[in-house]
Protein backbone atom coordinates (compact mmCIF):
# COMPACT_ATOMS: atom_id res chain seq x y z
CA UNK A 1 0.00 0.00 0.00
CA UNK A 2 2.70 2.36 0.80
CA UNK A 3 5.14 1.51 -2.25
CA UNK A 4 4.33 2.87 -5.79
CA UNK A 5 7.14 0.07 -7.09
CA UNK A 6 5.93 -3.08 -8.86
CA UNK A 7 6.39 -5.92 -6.55
CA UNK A 8 5.97 -8.56 -9.33
CA UNK A 9 9.26 -7.80 -11.28
CA UNK A 10 11.02 -8.10 -7.66
CA UNK A 11 13.05 -11.01 -6.36
CA UNK A 12 13.07 -12.63 -3.30
CA UNK A 13 16.60 -10.35 -1.84
CA UNK A 14 14.91 -6.88 -3.92
CA UNK A 15 12.15 -7.72 -1.59
CA UNK A 16 14.19 -8.18 1.26
CA UNK A 17 15.19 -4.50 1.10
CA UNK A 18 12.32 -2.88 0.94
CA UNK A 19 11.35 -1.11 4.16
CA UNK A 20 8.58 -3.47 6.21
CA UNK A 21 9.54 -6.39 4.81
CA UNK A 22 11.40 -9.28 5.82
CA UNK A 23 12.54 -13.07 4.40
CA UNK A 24 9.12 -14.69 5.28
CA UNK A 25 6.97 -11.89 3.72
CA UNK A 26 9.08 -12.16 0.50
CA UNK A 27 8.86 -15.87 -0.01
CA UNK A 28 5.05 -14.86 -0.06
CA UNK A 29 5.10 -12.54 -2.23
CA UNK A 30 7.78 -14.14 -4.81
CA UNK A 31 5.18 -17.63 -4.30
CA UNK A 32 2.45 -14.96 -5.10
CA UNK A 33 4.53 -14.12 -8.28
CA UNK A 34 5.55 -17.23 -9.59
CA UNK A 35 1.94 -19.01 -9.02
CA UNK A 36 -0.68 -16.79 -8.75
CA UNK A 37 -1.28 -18.13 -4.92
CA UNK A 38 0.32 -19.01 -1.46
CA UNK A 39 -0.05 -21.77 -0.15
CA UNK A 40 0.15 -20.42 3.84
CA UNK A 41 -3.10 -18.28 3.05
CA UNK A 42 -4.74 -21.70 1.35
CA UNK A 43 -3.50 -23.32 4.83
CA UNK A 44 -5.38 -21.33 6.57
CA UNK A 45 -8.36 -21.10 4.57
CA UNK A 46 -8.79 -24.77 4.86
CA UNK A 47 -8.98 -24.37 8.47
CA UNK A 48 -11.09 -21.93 8.97
CA UNK A 49 -14.89 -22.16 8.41
CA UNK A 50 -16.50 -19.91 5.97
CA UNK A 51 -18.73 -17.91 8.53
CA UNK A 52 -15.74 -17.35 10.56
CA UNK A 53 -14.35 -15.22 7.66
CA UNK A 54 -17.40 -13.49 7.18
CA UNK A 55 -17.63 -12.45 10.54
CA UNK A 56 -13.47 -11.17 10.30
CA UNK A 57 -15.05 -8.66 7.13
CA UNK A 58 -17.65 -7.08 9.75
CA UNK A 59 -15.63 -3.92 11.21
CA UNK A 60 -15.78 -3.36 14.99
CA UNK A 61 -15.27 -6.87 16.27
CA UNK A 62 -11.95 -7.36 15.97
CA UNK A 63 -10.21 -11.15 15.15
CA UNK A 64 -8.95 -11.55 18.75
CA UNK A 65 -12.46 -11.69 19.82
CA UNK A 66 -13.43 -13.49 17.20
CA UNK A 67 -11.00 -16.06 17.66
CA UNK A 68 -12.26 -16.12 21.64
CA UNK A 69 -15.73 -16.59 20.71
CA UNK A 70 -15.13 -19.59 18.45
CA UNK A 71 -12.65 -21.04 20.50
CA UNK A 72 -15.19 -20.91 23.74
CA UNK A 73 -18.51 -21.46 22.31
CA UNK A 74 -17.94 -23.08 19.34
CA UNK A 75 -18.92 -20.01 17.80
CA UNK A 76 -18.31 -20.51 13.53
CA UNK A 77 -21.15 -17.62 11.75
CA UNK A 78 -22.60 -14.59 12.42
CA UNK A 79 -25.94 -16.35 13.27
CA UNK A 80 -24.18 -18.18 15.89
CA UNK A 81 -22.37 -14.65 17.43
CA UNK A 82 -25.92 -12.60 17.37
CA UNK A 83 -27.88 -15.56 19.26
CA UNK A 84 -24.86 -16.11 21.87
CA UNK A 85 -24.93 -11.85 22.17
CA UNK A 86 -28.73 -12.44 22.66
CA UNK A 87 -28.47 -15.12 25.24
CA UNK A 88 -25.87 -13.00 27.21
CA UNK A 89 -23.32 -16.22 26.97
CA UNK A 90 -20.34 -13.47 25.26
CA UNK A 91 -20.37 -11.17 28.14
CA UNK A 92 -18.35 -14.08 30.08
CA UNK A 93 -15.98 -14.77 27.62
CA UNK A 94 -12.28 -13.43 28.82
CA UNK A 95 -11.88 -9.52 27.10
CA UNK A 96 -16.07 -9.38 27.19
CA UNK A 97 -18.26 -7.81 29.62
CA UNK A 98 -21.75 -6.40 29.16
CA UNK A 99 -20.39 -3.48 27.48
CA UNK A 100 -18.72 -5.37 24.72
CA UNK A 101 -21.43 -7.82 23.97
CA UNK A 102 -24.31 -5.02 23.61
CA UNK A 103 -21.64 -3.49 21.48
CA UNK A 104 -21.61 -6.60 19.32
CA UNK A 105 -25.47 -6.65 19.10
CA UNK A 106 -25.44 -3.60 17.58
CA UNK A 107 -22.65 -4.18 15.05
CA UNK A 108 -24.71 -7.49 13.90
CA UNK A 109 -27.63 -5.76 13.62
CA UNK A 110 -26.15 -3.01 11.65
CA UNK A 111 -24.28 -5.81 9.62
CA UNK A 112 -27.84 -6.94 9.14
CA UNK A 113 -29.62 -4.42 7.92
CA UNK A 114 -27.07 -4.05 5.18
CA UNK A 115 -26.34 -7.14 4.13
CA UNK A 116 -27.07 -7.55 0.62
CA UNK A 117 -26.06 -3.77 -0.02
CA UNK A 118 -23.33 -2.58 -2.26
CA UNK A 119 -21.53 1.16 -2.91
CA UNK A 120 -23.13 2.95 -5.68
CA UNK A 121 -19.28 3.16 -7.20
CA UNK A 122 -19.19 -0.74 -7.16
CA UNK A 123 -22.48 -0.41 -8.86
CA UNK A 124 -21.73 1.70 -10.89
CA UNK A 125 -18.59 0.12 -12.13
CA UNK A 126 -20.11 -2.80 -12.33
CA UNK A 127 -22.99 -1.72 -14.19
CA UNK A 128 -20.83 -0.20 -16.90
CA UNK A 129 -19.55 -3.78 -17.49
CA UNK A 130 -22.77 -5.20 -17.95
CA UNK A 131 -24.18 -2.47 -20.34
CA UNK A 132 -20.83 -2.62 -22.25
CA UNK A 133 -22.05 -6.23 -23.24
CA UNK A 134 -25.65 -5.46 -24.03
CA UNK A 135 -24.36 -3.00 -26.42
CA UNK A 136 -22.00 -4.40 -28.20
CA UNK A 137 -24.73 -7.53 -29.18
CA UNK A 138 -27.74 -4.66 -29.41
CA UNK A 139 -26.04 -1.39 -30.55
CA UNK A 140 -28.33 0.48 -31.20
CA UNK A 141 -31.52 -0.65 -27.97
CA UNK A 142 -32.69 1.81 -25.25
CA UNK A 143 -31.71 0.42 -22.26
CA UNK A 144 -31.60 2.81 -19.43
CA UNK A 145 -30.80 2.74 -15.33
CA UNK A 146 -33.68 2.98 -13.32
CA UNK A 147 -34.33 3.26 -9.24
CA UNK A 148 -32.28 3.79 -6.88
CA UNK A 149 -29.47 2.85 -9.06
CA UNK A 150 -30.74 5.57 -11.42
CA UNK A 151 -30.77 7.93 -8.46
CA UNK A 152 -27.32 7.48 -7.50
CA UNK A 153 -28.32 6.54 -4.09
CA UNK A 154 -25.26 6.20 -1.47
CA UNK A 155 -25.65 2.14 -1.64
CA UNK A 156 -27.52 0.09 -3.94
CA UNK A 157 -29.25 -2.87 -3.45
CA UNK A 158 -29.65 -4.25 -7.13
CA UNK A 159 -28.80 -2.86 -10.39
CA UNK A 160 -31.98 -1.95 -11.76
CA UNK A 161 -33.07 -1.45 -15.82
CA UNK A 162 -35.68 -0.97 -18.33
CA UNK A 163 -35.35 -1.79 -21.42
CA UNK A 164 -37.40 -0.82 -24.46
CA UNK A 165 -37.85 -3.19 -27.74
CA UNK A 166 -40.32 -4.81 -30.13
CA UNK A 167 -40.10 -8.23 -29.04
CA UNK A 168 -38.63 -9.05 -25.63
CA UNK A 169 -37.57 -12.76 -26.88
CA UNK A 170 -34.05 -11.93 -28.16
CA UNK A 171 -33.11 -9.62 -25.25
CA UNK A 172 -33.99 -12.63 -23.08
CA UNK A 173 -32.51 -15.56 -24.60
CA UNK A 174 -29.11 -13.27 -24.74
CA UNK A 175 -29.39 -12.79 -21.23
CA UNK A 176 -29.83 -16.14 -20.59
CA UNK A 177 -26.67 -17.02 -21.97
CA UNK A 178 -24.83 -14.59 -20.16
CA UNK A 179 -21.24 -16.11 -18.49
CA UNK A 180 -21.43 -12.74 -15.43
CA UNK A 181 -24.66 -12.97 -14.44
CA UNK A 182 -27.36 -16.19 -14.10
CA UNK A 183 -31.39 -15.76 -13.91
CA UNK A 184 -33.64 -16.73 -11.08
CA UNK A 185 -36.57 -18.14 -12.60
CA UNK A 186 -39.19 -17.42 -9.71
CA UNK A 187 -38.76 -13.72 -9.99
CA UNK A 188 -38.74 -13.48 -13.26
CA UNK A 189 -41.56 -13.44 -15.90
CA UNK A 190 -42.24 -12.09 -19.57
CA UNK A 191 -41.81 -8.52 -18.46
CA UNK A 192 -39.05 -8.74 -16.14
CA UNK A 193 -35.44 -10.93 -15.88
CA UNK A 194 -34.21 -11.36 -12.79
CA UNK A 195 -31.36 -12.73 -11.61
CA UNK A 196 -27.83 -12.19 -10.43
CA UNK A 197 -23.54 -11.64 -11.01
CA UNK A 198 -22.03 -14.73 -10.62
CA UNK A 199 -19.12 -13.04 -9.07
CA UNK A 200 -20.44 -11.07 -6.53
CA UNK A 201 -24.15 -12.37 -6.37
CA UNK A 202 -25.28 -8.34 -6.70
CA UNK A 203 -28.80 -8.69 -7.50
CA UNK A 204 -30.06 -7.57 -11.34
CA UNK A 205 -33.60 -6.94 -11.92
CA UNK A 206 -34.32 -5.80 -15.69
CA UNK A 207 -37.65 -4.85 -16.28
CA UNK A 208 -39.29 -4.70 -20.62
CA UNK A 209 -41.28 -2.29 -22.51
CA UNK A 210 -42.81 -1.28 -25.51
CA UNK A 211 -41.05 1.82 -27.11
CA UNK A 212 -44.92 3.76 -26.77
CA UNK A 213 -44.55 3.36 -23.32
CA UNK A 214 -40.79 4.14 -22.49
CA UNK A 215 -41.25 7.57 -20.84
CA UNK A 216 -44.19 6.87 -18.28
CA UNK A 217 -42.56 3.28 -17.32
CA UNK A 218 -38.82 4.93 -17.43
CA UNK A 219 -40.77 8.11 -14.83
CA UNK A 220 -42.45 4.99 -12.96
CA UNK A 221 -39.26 2.49 -12.43
CA UNK A 222 -37.01 5.29 -11.68
CA UNK A 223 -38.88 7.70 -9.13
CA UNK A 224 -39.24 6.93 -5.40
CA UNK A 225 -42.89 5.88 -4.08
CA UNK A 226 -42.77 9.75 -2.66
CA UNK A 227 -41.66 11.64 -6.04
CA UNK A 228 -44.56 9.74 -8.05
CA UNK A 229 -47.22 10.96 -5.30
CA UNK A 230 -46.33 14.55 -5.79
CA UNK A 231 -48.90 16.62 -7.58
CA UNK A 232 -49.71 19.50 -9.86
CA UNK A 233 -51.97 22.51 -9.38
CA UNK A 234 -54.81 20.41 -10.85
CA UNK A 235 -53.94 17.62 -8.34
CA UNK A 236 -52.76 15.25 -10.67
CA UNK A 237 -49.71 13.03 -9.64
CA UNK A 238 -47.18 11.09 -11.59
CA UNK A 239 -48.96 7.96 -10.33
CA UNK A 240 -51.80 8.87 -12.66
CA UNK A 241 -49.52 9.60 -15.73
CA UNK A 242 -48.02 6.13 -15.76
CA UNK A 243 -50.27 4.21 -17.49
CA UNK A 244 -50.83 6.43 -20.33
CA UNK A 245 -48.44 5.58 -23.55
CA UNK A 246 -46.14 8.51 -23.20
CA UNK A 247 -42.43 7.97 -25.34
CA UNK A 248 -40.70 10.19 -23.35
CA UNK A 249 -39.58 11.44 -20.12
CA UNK A 250 -39.63 14.61 -20.93
CA UNK A 251 -43.29 14.38 -22.50
CA UNK A 252 -44.65 13.27 -19.40
CA UNK A 253 -42.92 16.13 -17.25
CA UNK A 254 -44.69 18.52 -19.40
CA UNK A 255 -48.14 16.93 -19.45
CA UNK A 256 -47.47 17.05 -16.21
CA UNK A 257 -47.08 20.80 -16.07
CA UNK A 258 -43.30 20.55 -14.54
CA UNK A 259 -39.58 20.73 -16.10
CA UNK A 260 -37.67 17.49 -16.49
CA UNK A 261 -36.34 16.25 -12.87
CA UNK A 262 -33.02 14.98 -12.94
CA UNK A 263 -32.97 11.66 -11.47
CA UNK A 264 -30.87 11.97 -8.66
CA UNK A 265 -33.33 14.56 -7.19
CA UNK A 266 -36.31 12.07 -7.78
CA UNK A 267 -36.75 11.36 -3.90
CA UNK A 268 -39.78 13.09 -3.25
CA UNK A 269 -38.11 15.62 -0.68
CA UNK A 270 -36.78 18.47 -2.33
CA UNK A 271 -38.55 18.98 -5.93
CA UNK A 272 -41.09 21.29 -5.03
CA UNK A 273 -39.34 23.65 -3.37
CA UNK A 274 -36.36 23.42 -6.44
CA UNK A 275 -39.65 23.88 -9.00
CA UNK A 276 -40.51 26.98 -7.38
CA UNK A 277 -36.95 28.80 -6.62
CA UNK A 278 -36.28 27.71 -10.39
CA UNK A 279 -33.31 26.14 -9.14
CA UNK A 280 -33.34 23.04 -11.20
CA UNK A 281 -30.84 24.15 -14.12
CA UNK A 282 -28.28 25.58 -11.50
CA UNK A 283 -27.66 22.32 -9.80
CA UNK A 284 -23.82 21.70 -9.48
CA UNK A 285 -22.54 19.38 -11.71
CA UNK A 286 -18.71 17.92 -12.38
CA UNK A 287 -17.71 20.18 -14.62
CA UNK A 288 -18.33 23.29 -12.33
CA UNK A 289 -15.62 22.61 -10.09
CA UNK A 290 -12.53 24.36 -9.94
CA UNK A 291 -10.37 23.12 -7.79
CA UNK A 292 -9.95 19.56 -5.32
CA UNK A 293 -9.28 19.94 -1.44
CA UNK A 294 -8.84 17.53 1.41
CA UNK A 295 -5.89 15.58 -0.19
CA UNK A 296 -3.47 13.37 0.80
CA UNK A 297 0.55 12.44 -0.17
CA UNK A 298 3.37 10.48 1.35
CA UNK A 299 4.07 13.46 3.74
CA UNK A 300 1.44 11.23 5.36
CA UNK A 301 -0.93 7.91 4.76
CA UNK A 302 -0.76 8.86 0.56
CA UNK A 303 0.24 6.10 -1.86
CA UNK A 304 1.81 9.51 -4.13
CA UNK A 305 3.97 12.18 -3.79
CA UNK A 306 2.84 15.35 -3.37
CA UNK A 307 4.20 16.29 -7.21
CA UNK A 308 2.34 12.95 -8.35
CA UNK A 309 -1.13 14.63 -7.04
CA UNK A 310 -0.49 18.23 -8.38
CA UNK A 311 -0.17 16.82 -12.08
CA UNK A 312 -3.29 14.43 -11.88
CA UNK A 313 -5.05 17.31 -10.21
CA UNK A 314 -3.92 19.14 -13.39
CA UNK A 315 -4.42 17.07 -15.95
CA UNK A 316 -8.01 16.42 -15.22
CA UNK A 317 -8.13 19.86 -15.97
CA UNK A 318 -8.56 21.40 -12.49
CA UNK A 319 -7.09 24.83 -11.17
CA UNK A 320 -5.73 24.12 -7.55
CA UNK A 321 -5.22 21.14 -5.67
CA UNK A 322 -5.08 21.45 -1.43
CA UNK A 323 -3.12 19.43 0.09
CA UNK A 324 -4.39 18.05 3.73
CA UNK A 325 -2.18 15.62 5.16
CA UNK A 326 -2.53 14.58 8.64
CA UNK A 327 -1.72 16.41 11.69
CA UNK A 328 0.98 14.99 14.24
CA UNK A 329 -1.46 13.38 16.63
CA UNK A 330 -2.51 11.10 13.48
CA UNK A 331 0.35 8.38 14.28
CA UNK A 332 -1.42 5.56 12.72
CA UNK A 333 -1.61 7.46 9.59
CA UNK A 334 1.90 9.49 9.64
CA UNK A 335 1.16 12.32 11.07
CA UNK A 336 3.12 15.74 9.84
CA UNK A 337 5.40 16.86 12.37
CA UNK A 338 6.26 20.77 12.54
CA UNK A 339 9.66 20.11 10.85
CA UNK A 340 7.79 17.92 8.18
CA UNK A 341 5.25 20.57 8.06
CA UNK A 342 8.13 23.45 6.50
CA UNK A 343 9.67 21.06 5.00
CA UNK A 344 6.60 20.23 3.01
CA UNK A 345 5.84 23.81 2.34
CA UNK A 346 8.94 24.51 0.64
CA UNK A 347 8.30 21.53 -1.78
CA UNK A 348 4.89 23.45 -1.99
CA UNK A 349 6.56 27.08 -3.04
CA UNK A 350 9.11 24.96 -5.23
CA UNK A 351 6.03 23.21 -7.37
CA UNK A 352 3.69 26.53 -7.44
CA UNK A 353 6.68 28.15 -9.01
CA UNK A 354 7.59 25.45 -11.48
CA UNK A 355 3.27 24.18 -12.19
CA UNK A 356 2.21 27.98 -12.38
CA UNK A 357 -1.03 28.80 -12.97
CA UNK A 358 -2.27 25.81 -11.53
CA UNK A 359 -1.69 26.18 -7.57
CA UNK A 360 -1.62 24.29 -4.44
CA UNK A 361 -2.92 25.53 -1.51
CA UNK A 362 -1.09 24.82 1.91
CA UNK A 363 -3.78 22.61 4.39
CA UNK A 364 -3.80 20.25 6.57
CA UNK A 365 -6.14 17.88 8.19
CA UNK A 366 -5.94 18.61 11.41
CA UNK A 367 -7.50 16.09 14.25
CA UNK A 368 -9.91 17.41 16.59
CA UNK A 369 -8.40 16.49 19.79
CA UNK A 370 -10.79 15.14 22.78
CA UNK A 371 -11.94 18.50 24.33
CA UNK A 372 -12.38 20.16 20.51
CA UNK A 373 -8.94 21.32 20.02
CA UNK A 374 -6.99 21.75 16.94
CA UNK A 375 -4.07 19.67 16.10
CA UNK A 376 -1.11 21.81 16.89
CA UNK A 377 -0.49 25.45 18.52
CA UNK A 378 -2.16 28.94 16.75
CA UNK A 379 1.56 29.93 15.60
CA UNK A 380 1.66 26.40 13.62
CA UNK A 381 -1.71 26.95 12.38
CA UNK A 382 -1.16 30.21 11.15
CA UNK A 383 1.11 28.91 8.33
CA UNK A 384 -1.57 27.21 6.70
CA UNK A 385 -4.05 28.97 3.68
CA UNK A 386 -6.66 26.52 4.69
CA UNK A 387 -7.30 24.04 7.44
CA UNK A 388 -9.94 20.93 7.30
CA UNK A 389 -10.42 19.95 11.06
CA UNK A 390 -11.84 16.42 11.48
CA UNK A 391 -12.60 13.44 13.91
CA UNK A 392 -10.16 10.58 13.58
CA UNK A 393 -10.14 8.52 17.27
CA UNK A 394 -11.82 8.37 19.93
CA UNK A 395 -15.26 7.92 18.35
CA UNK A 396 -17.18 6.10 20.89
CA UNK A 397 -19.48 9.40 21.89
CA UNK A 398 -22.84 10.08 22.41
CA UNK A 399 -24.39 13.16 20.64
CA UNK A 400 -23.53 15.45 23.37
CA UNK A 401 -20.22 14.33 23.26
CA UNK A 402 -19.86 14.85 19.84
CA UNK A 403 -21.95 17.76 19.30
CA UNK A 404 -19.89 19.79 21.51
CA UNK A 405 -16.53 18.38 21.04
CA UNK A 406 -17.00 19.18 17.24
CA UNK A 407 -18.29 22.90 17.87
CA UNK A 408 -15.66 23.72 19.66
CA UNK A 409 -13.39 23.06 16.62
CA UNK A 410 -16.01 24.94 14.50
CA UNK A 411 -15.55 28.11 16.79
CA UNK A 412 -11.64 27.94 16.41
CA UNK A 413 -11.17 30.86 13.77
CA UNK A 414 -8.06 28.41 11.95
CA UNK A 415 -10.75 26.19 11.07
CA UNK A 416 -11.79 26.95 7.37
CA UNK A 417 -13.90 23.38 6.52
CA UNK A 418 -15.38 21.04 8.57
CA UNK A 419 -14.24 17.16 7.69
CA UNK A 420 -16.51 14.38 6.95
CA UNK A 421 -18.91 15.54 9.98
CA UNK A 422 -19.78 11.89 11.34
CA UNK A 423 -16.88 9.71 10.70
CA UNK A 424 -19.58 7.38 9.11
CA UNK A 425 -18.16 4.74 6.56
CA UNK A 426 -21.48 3.35 4.42
CA UNK A 427 -21.90 -0.66 5.16
CA UNK A 428 -18.93 -0.71 7.76
CA UNK A 429 -19.69 1.62 10.29
CA UNK A 430 -22.67 4.23 11.55
CA UNK A 431 -21.24 7.62 12.34
CA UNK A 432 -21.14 9.21 15.98
CA UNK A 433 -24.75 10.75 16.81
CA UNK A 434 -24.71 14.36 16.11
CA UNK A 435 -26.97 17.16 16.24
CA UNK A 436 -26.83 18.27 12.52
CA UNK A 437 -28.94 21.63 12.91
CA UNK A 438 -26.79 22.50 15.75
CA UNK A 439 -23.62 21.79 14.14
CA UNK A 440 -25.12 23.67 10.74
CA UNK A 441 -25.65 26.71 13.56
CA UNK A 442 -22.58 26.50 14.60
CA UNK A 443 -21.04 26.62 10.90
CA UNK A 444 -23.12 29.19 9.96
CA UNK A 445 -22.34 31.45 13.22
CA UNK A 446 -18.31 30.83 12.10
CA UNK A 447 -18.45 31.02 8.34
CA UNK A 448 -17.01 27.42 8.51
CA UNK A 449 -17.92 25.46 5.31
CA UNK A 450 -19.17 21.46 5.16
CA UNK A 451 -17.77 18.90 3.50
CA UNK A 452 -19.28 16.40 1.05
CA UNK A 453 -16.36 13.88 1.67
CA UNK A 454 -16.87 12.30 -1.60
CA UNK A 455 -15.48 8.64 -0.80
CA UNK A 456 -17.49 6.64 -2.01
CA UNK A 457 -17.83 5.12 1.86
CA UNK A 458 -18.14 7.94 3.65
CA UNK A 459 -20.55 10.35 1.43
CA UNK A 460 -21.06 12.57 4.65
CA UNK A 461 -22.20 15.19 5.60
CA UNK A 462 -25.80 12.62 4.33
CA UNK A 463 -26.93 14.93 1.95
CA UNK A 464 -30.28 15.30 3.41
CA UNK A 465 -29.00 17.53 5.69
CA UNK A 466 -27.38 20.01 2.93
CA UNK A 467 -30.46 22.00 2.46
CA UNK A 468 -30.57 22.97 5.73
CA UNK A 469 -27.05 24.20 5.62
CA UNK A 470 -27.88 25.69 2.66
CA UNK A 471 -30.41 27.58 3.74
CA UNK A 472 -28.43 28.64 6.72
CA UNK A 473 -25.95 30.83 4.30
CA UNK A 474 -23.40 27.29 4.56
CA UNK A 475 -21.33 26.81 2.09
CA UNK A 476 -20.77 23.34 0.87
CA UNK A 477 -17.00 21.89 -0.34
CA UNK A 478 -17.22 18.45 -2.21
CA UNK A 479 -13.74 16.85 -1.50
CA UNK A 480 -12.68 13.43 -2.44
CA UNK A 481 -10.45 12.39 0.60
CA UNK A 482 -7.90 11.48 -1.98
CA UNK A 483 -5.03 9.08 -0.72
CA UNK A 484 -3.91 8.19 -4.50
CA UNK A 485 -4.27 9.64 -7.81
CA UNK A 486 -7.36 7.30 -8.30
CA UNK A 487 -8.84 8.80 -5.48
CA UNK A 488 -8.96 12.32 -7.13
CA UNK A 489 -11.85 10.62 -10.09
CA UNK A 490 -14.28 9.84 -6.74
CA UNK A 491 -15.33 14.17 -6.83
CA UNK A 492 -17.91 12.46 -9.54
CA UNK A 493 -19.61 9.93 -6.33
CA UNK A 494 -19.97 13.27 -4.06
CA UNK A 495 -21.36 15.71 -7.49
CA UNK A 496 -24.10 12.80 -7.38
CA UNK A 497 -25.56 13.50 -3.69
CA UNK A 498 -24.78 16.71 -3.89
CA UNK A 499 -27.22 16.78 -6.68
CA UNK A 500 -29.69 14.69 -5.09
CA UNK A 501 -30.12 17.49 -2.18
CA UNK A 502 -30.41 20.32 -5.16
CA UNK A 503 -26.60 21.66 -4.18
CA UNK A 504 -26.21 24.86 -6.65
CA UNK A 505 -22.99 25.74 -8.17
CA UNK A 506 -23.21 29.24 -6.31
CA UNK A 507 -23.32 27.70 -3.14
CA UNK A 508 -20.39 25.04 -3.22
CA UNK A 509 -16.79 25.89 -2.16
CA UNK A 510 -14.39 24.91 -4.56
CA UNK A 511 -17.20 25.95 -7.92
CA UNK A 512 -14.97 29.29 -6.80
CA UNK A 513 -11.93 30.10 -9.70
CA UNK A 514 -8.87 29.95 -8.49
CA UNK A 515 -8.51 33.91 -7.97
CA UNK A 516 -11.84 33.40 -5.62
CA UNK A 517 -10.24 30.92 -3.52
CA UNK A 518 -6.99 32.62 -3.57
CA UNK A 519 -9.31 35.75 -2.42
CA UNK A 520 -11.38 33.93 -0.05
CA UNK A 521 -8.74 32.09 1.85
CA UNK A 522 -6.54 34.99 2.61
CA UNK A 523 -9.54 37.16 3.44
CA UNK A 524 -10.05 34.17 5.65
CA UNK A 525 -6.52 33.91 7.42
CA UNK A 526 -6.70 37.47 7.66
CA UNK A 527 -9.96 37.38 9.89
CA UNK A 528 -8.16 34.36 11.62
CA UNK A 529 -5.38 36.27 12.93
CA UNK A 530 -7.12 39.64 13.61
CA UNK A 531 -9.44 37.54 16.02
CA UNK A 532 -6.21 35.30 17.30
CA UNK A 533 -5.03 38.51 18.49
CA UNK A 534 -7.85 39.61 20.17
Not at 132 to 161: H, S
Not at 398 to 417: F, G, M, V
Request: charged share 25%; hydrophobic share 35%.
Amino acid sequence: ERTDQELSGLNKNELSNLPGIGKSIATTIEEINDSGDSSTLANLLKQTPDGILELLAIKGIGARKIKIAWDHLGVETVEDLFLAAQKGTLSDLPGFGAKTQEKVLQILAFHYKNKGLVHYKQAHLQGLLFEELIFKVFPDTNLVRTGAFRRKCEVIARLEYLWSLDDFRQAQEYLGTMEIASIDIQQSGPFRWCGEFTEDSLKLDIRFCLPQNFGSKQVYFTGSSKHLLLANEQGTTLLDLINTPIASEQALYQEFGWPTIIPELREGLYEQKMKEAEGLHGIIQLRDLKGILHNHSTYSDGKNSLKEMALACKELGYQYLGITDHSQTAVYANGLSIEQIDTQHREIESLNQELAPFRIFKGIESDILNEGQLDYPDEVLRRFDFIVASIHFNINMDEDQATSRLIKAIENPHTTILGHPTGRQLLRREGYPINHAKIIDACAANEVVIEINAHPWRLDIDWRWVPLAVQKGVMISINPDAHEKGGLKDMQYGVNVARKAGLTKEMTFNAKDLGEMEQYLQQRKATAEKISVE
